[in-house]
């Protein structure tokens, strides 16, 4: 599916995927949602297929995500100026960062996972409401956006991101059964 261009898609595809996650974690069982992913790097090159070992952490990766999103939003819309990436990243060190929400959530259980992740998703979806078409989709509308789209990074934390936890989902659906 094309990226979304306007807020009205954004909010169909982010709410259509983030549901499509759910609608296959809620076909497993709770032993099966808390099992041990069975695969590893062996899955593909990137860091994130050795990174995450279960379904809590792919959750946690996507709470930490709409974290930062909100925060920045916030932070920017109240005028204080502040980059996507907290300090000390960058995009090419945003590995370790990632890795930091890991450790930080390695003894949260799996439901308070799925209810932090949950409670994000509305968060972000409410803020998305408040913005217009050319707020979201506009390239550099709005300063502390770069040359990029508000809506860029909307997508991009929330259509885009469910999409790749929902391939780490099946993947993991196809190797416990």
Known sequence: MARATTKA??????NGNFDRLFGLIETMSETEQN??????AEAGKEAHWGRDKNIRDVLIHLYEWHRLLLKWIEANTKGESKPFLPEPYN?????QMNVGFWEKHQSTPYKKAEEMLKDSHARV????????DEELFEKAHF??????????????????????????VKLHIKTIR
């Not at 898609?9 to 982010?14: C, E, P, S, V, Y």
């Not at 995009?91 to 590995?95: E, F, I, L, P, V």
């Open 91 to 95: 995009w090419k060190t945003y590995g």
């Open 35 to 40: 099992a041990t992913f069975k695969f590893g």
């Open 143 to 168: 300063k502390w956006t770069g040359t990029s789209s508000l809506g860029q990074y909307c997508v991009s934390v929330t259509a885009s991101h469910y999409d790749w936890a929902t391939v780490k």
């Open 125 to 132: 979806m409410s803020v998305i409401e408040k913005f217009t």
């Open 9 to 14: 898609d954004l909010i169909k595809t982010a």
